[in-house]
């Protein structure tokens, strides 16, 4: 993460944030987790990136869908057939040519 550009007329340091920092620490800024010179950070690159903009909104969009649903109840055999598929499915590599 590039931590800062100089400000040059007080010479503080502020953050500048890249895209891929934006989407790092999206749920952090949705759920008001960061630090204040994190947060700056992110509004600044908000002000001027569009598709951060966008993404943000449609991430705050889906985890307010998302937390109108009433909760899921799995029974305990359901439970353990979810845990081990998360533990012990295969990881597939991306970068693999098919």
């Known amino acids: 993460m590039r931590e800062s550009y100089i400000n040059l007329e007080n010479r503080t340091a502020m953050p500048w ?3 891929r920092d934006v989407s ?3 749920t952090d800024y ?7 010179s994190r947060r700056l950070g992110m509004r600044f690159h908000l002000a001027i990136c569009s ?3 966008r ?13 109108k649903l009433p909760p899921v109840r799995l029974s305990q055999k359901q439970e353990d057939a979810l845990i081990d598929q998360i533990l012990y499915a295969p990881i597939s590599d991306s970068t693999a040519e098919p």
């Open 17 to 19: 944030l890249t895209c």
């Open 24 to 26: 790092e620490m999206t």
């Open 30 to 36: 949705l759920d008001r987790a960061l630090p204040l």
């Open 51 to 53: 598709y951060c903009r």
């Open 55 to 67: 993404h943000i909104e449609q991430v705050h969009a889906t985890v307010t869908l998302l937390r």
